[in-house]
């Protein structure tokens, strides 16, 4: 379930100073909560602290967010939608006159929809995600390749390319913990969501797939030096939330394996969960290893050459092919 202290400490101390204040203001919800939350706990708090009636005295609107971490001033500036949640014409009259010159399709709905626009989004590209690495899983053993699918697939008018990568799946701050709140929102509601609950059981295992491609090639990892290119959940970040390097890097220090790593980025915040690796100063010393696990997909890993080495990766950089041995977690 979401945690809502914040939340709820930034709205009373919100109301506090809308208390103060002889004119109208707005307060706008742009946080990620679960829907009926803005109605709700938001709603309540600000009126207890400011002694004002919410849609009367001051105004109260819903407006998410659909930021992606490492371009988030670009999407601020040109978004491919708009969604305001709003239930008093003044409210919805300031954010339409805010939002006035943007050129994208605007959504004017109930702040409770709004809330759970955001939600849905995130959890259906996240079940886009693990579709496409169950799907990928299947094709592997099928010696069929799974990008060639998806690029037939994605051809139809009616189904977007877009997240269909089979990989070792998904992490950061906003993917794991939506699609589990809306898990709890539903299980809350009795109900059981199995779709989303597969999603999340799917993303678990598959980091653990790369592990079983290597201990293919190295049944006893005990004592063997093992590399791991990438620690951030995705490029051009040093955000390490719910990296899949996590699972992968606590399993083999399990084994008993002795781990490199190496990350353009996210190397301090990795250490600090992981202080008794060893961490490389390029990728180039990570290449001296038993084997190879590329987790992140940097741009700098497709340079690298990969001759005589036995790779294993998770992000399909092509370069890697040229290893001596070289193995797709679902190619």
């Known amino acids: 379930s979401i945690d809502l202290r914040y939340i709820e400490t930034a709205s009373r101390d919100i109301g506090q100073v809308l208390g103060e204040k002889d004119a109208w203001h707005m307060v706008v919800m742009k946080s990620t909560v679960v829907s009926g939350t803005t109605k709700g706990i938001v709603r309540s708090t600000l009126e207890a602290a400011s002694g004002k009636k919410a849609f009367r005295d ?54 409770p929809v709004a809330e759970m626009i955001k939600y849905v989004s995130n959890a259906f590209l996240a079940t886009k995600i693990s579709f496409a690495n169950e799907i990928g899983n299947l094709c592997k053993t099928m010696g069929i390749d799974t990008a060639e699918v998806f690029a037939g697939v ?27 709140a809306l898990i709890a929102q539903a299980g809350a509601a009795g ?17 653990l797939r790369l592990l079983d491609l290597l201990r293919k090639h190295i049944p006893d990892l005990k004592g063997k030096r093992i590399g ?62 038993d084997a190879v696990l590329i987790i992140t997909e940097w741009k700098e890993f497709e340079a690298l050459d990969y001759t005589g080495r036995l790779v294993l990766d998770g992000r399909r950089i092509q370069k890697a092919a040229v290893g001596s041995i070289y193995e797709g977690v679902c190619w």
């Open 154 to 180: 994605g051809l139809d008018a009616r189904i977007n390319p877009a997240f269909f990568r089979s990989g070792i799946g998904f992490g950061g701050s906003c993917f794991p913990k939506d699609v589990r």
């Open 58 to 111: 001051f105004g109260l609107a819903s407006n998410p967010e659909f930021l992606k971490e490492g371009s988030a001033l670009a999407d601020v500036f040109s978004p491919d939608r708009i969604v305001i949640g709003t239930e008093d014409p003044r409210s919805q009259e300031v954010l339409e006159s805010l939002y006035a010159t943007f050129d994208c399709p605007k959504l004017v709905t109930a702040i």
């Open 228 to 289: 791991v290119l990438g620690l951030a959940f995705k490029p051009d970040t040093d955000d390490i939330r719910e990296s899949r390097a996590i699972p992968i890097v606590s399993a083999l220090l399990d084994a008993g394996a002795d781990v490199i790593a190496y990350d353009p980025l996210a190397i301090a915040n990795f250490q600090s969960f992981f202080p008794e690796i060893t961490y490389a100063s390029s990728a180039a010393e990570v290449l001296e290893s």
């Open 191 to 207: 109900l059981h969501p199995k779709i989303l609950s597969s999603v999340v059981a799917v993303n678990d295992d598959q980091p």
